[in-house]
């Protein structure tokens, strides 16, 4: 546990390092770097992870996608805190704006397949595409829209969340892997070598574009609202999953694993998607940047502990 605990948090610390040393020495190429980091995460190697993880699974079931139903309600919960916070700490409009899709958004795709697949092999890596089945549902659907109703501009035209290039791409995995799975094809045994490389490769890439274009800011003065919502979430998070477990009976389906590939993912921290909305729709850029850096630090110390828990509720 200890060995995968290290790796993860050397992952993140490398691309993020590697992002930031990027910009200081290409300050002229940070789009073109940006982008090319987030195509091979978002339609190479991550996409490929989970096809390959999907296409092993044994046991598909309808009970599986209860943990759909799980995902989407850890989501919205991340959100209706933000807000109720951002109620209690009488943040202003733009400040709010920014800080319920922080709230809501979750780093799944990069940072939480690649704990679930240190921590819970190839079996738990193809549950998360279950988990996060709604995401862009709920990002677009929700999130933006009160982002862009509570900001002072739009810079772009969004496009529909179901033609995002990313999303098709990553349904399409998905979908080639359950085919895969039913089609009763082996898959060879040397994809298990080069998913130990792909999988950190989709977490690093992405890390990479995060230190490329983030900027610390002055955080004294925002340091309770983002430190108060990482803390919450954390909590409300593994104590909603144990309740929803509870009321789906998911202990015993798959040796509880939807349960343990839930509790890892809702401690996740927030999304660099939270970072876009004060740039599209001109909300608060100071909180949206604490709370990504709180969150992220906050992450290092409490999924150690979510560990301790899991470990201990499956004794």
Same mark, same amino acid.
């Not at 200890?2 to 992952?11: Q, Y």
């Not at 009160?146 to 995995?173: C, E, H, N, V």
């Given at each position: 546990?200890?060995?995968?605990?290290?790796?993860?948090?050397?992952?993140?610390?490398?691309?993020?390092?590697?992002?930031?040393?990027?910009?200081?020495?290409?300050?002229?190429?940070?789009?073109?770097?940006?982008?090319?980091?987030?195509?091979?995460?978002?339609?190479?190697?991550?996409?490929?992870?989970?096809?390959?993880?999907?296409?092993?699974?044994?046991?598909?079931?309808?009970?599986?996608?209860?943990?759909?139903?799980?995902?989407?309600?850890?989501?919205?919960?991340?959100?209706?805190?933000?807000? =109720?916070? *951002?109620?209690?700490?009488?943040?202003?409009?733009?400040?709010?704006?920014?800080?319920?899709? *922080?709230?809501?958004?979750?780093? &799944?795709?990069?940072?939480?397949?690649?704990?679930?697949?240190?921590?819970?092999?190839?079996?738990?890596?193809?549950?998360?595409?279950?988990?996060?089945?709604?995401?862009?549902?709920?990002?677009?659907? &929700?999130?933006?829209?009160?982002?862009?109703?509570?900001?002072?501009?739009?810079? @772009?035209? @969004?496009?529909?969340?179901?033609?995002?290039? =990313?999303?098709?791409?990553?349904?399409?995995?998905?979908?080639?892997?359950?085919?895969?799975?039913?089609?009763?094809?082996?898959?060879?045994?040397?994809?298990?070598?080069?998913?130990?490389?792909?999988?950190?490769?989709?977490?690093?890439?992405?890390?990479?574009?995060?230190?490329?274009?983030?900027?610390?800011?002055?955080?004294?003065?925002?340091?309770?609202?983002?430190?108060?919502?990482?803390?919450?979430?954390?909590?409300?998070?593994?104590?909603?999953?144990?309740?929803? *477990?509870?009321?789906? @009976?998911?202990?015993?389906?798959? @040796?509880?694993?939807?349960?343990?590939?839930?509790?890892?993912?809702?401690?996740?921290?927030?999304?660099?998607?939270?970072?876009?909305?004060?740039?599209?729709?001109?909300?608060?850029?100071?909180?949206?940047?604490?709370?990504?850096?709180?969150?992220?630090?906050?992450?290092?110390?409490?999924?150690?502990?979510?560990?301790?828990?899991?470990?201990?509720?499956?004794?």
């Amino acid at each position: 546990m200890l060995t995968a605990l290290v790796t993860t948090v050397t992952i993140i610390l490398m691309g993020f390092i590697s992002g930031a040393i990027l910009r200081h020495m290409f300050p002229n190429q940070v789009q073109r770097l940006n982008f090319w980091c987030t195509r091979l995460a978002l339609q190479g190697a991550i996409p490929l992870s989970l096809l390959a993880a999907i296409w092993q699974l044994h046991h598909l079931s309808w009970q599986l996608f209860l943990l759909t139903i799980v995902g989407s309600l850890i989501l919205l919960s991340g959100g209706g805190l933000a807000a =109720f916070l *951002a109620k209690w700490l009488k943040l202003s409009p733009s400040q709010t704006g920014a800080y319920i899709p *922080a709230g809501m958004f979750m780093n &799944i795709g990069a940072i939480g397949c690649f704990c679930v697949y240190l921590f819970l092999g190839e079996d738990g890596l193809a549950l998360v595409p279950l988990y996060k089945l709604f995401e862009e549902v709920i990002y677009y659907s &929700i999130a933006f829209p009160i982002a862009r109703r509570l900001g002072q501009y739009s810079q @772009q035209k @969004q496009r529909p969340f179901w033609l995002d290039p =990313f999303l098709l791409t990553t349904l399409s995995a998905v979908s080639a892997g359950f085919i895969l799975n039913g089609s009763g094809l082996a898959r060879p045994l040397w994809i298990s070598d080069v998913m130990q490389f792909i999988v950190p490769l989709g977490t690093y890439l992405l890390m990479i574009t995060v230190g490329l274009v983030f900027r610390f800011t002055d955080i004294t003065g925002l340091l309770r609202p983002a430190l108060t919502l990482a803390i919450s979430r954390s909590i409300l998070g593994p104590i909603l999953v144990i309740i929803l *477990a509870y009321l789906f @009976q998911l202990w015993g389906i798959h @040796q509880g694993l939807l349960v343990k590939v839930a509790l890892l993912l809702s401690v996740m921290p927030t999304a660099f998607l939270s970072l876009l909305p004060p740039v599209i729709y001109g909300v608060d850029q100071k909180i949206a940047n604490s709370y990504w850096l709180i969150s992220s630090l906050w992450f290092l110390f409490i999924f150690p502990i979510v560990l301790l828990l899991m470990h201990f509720l499956f004794l």
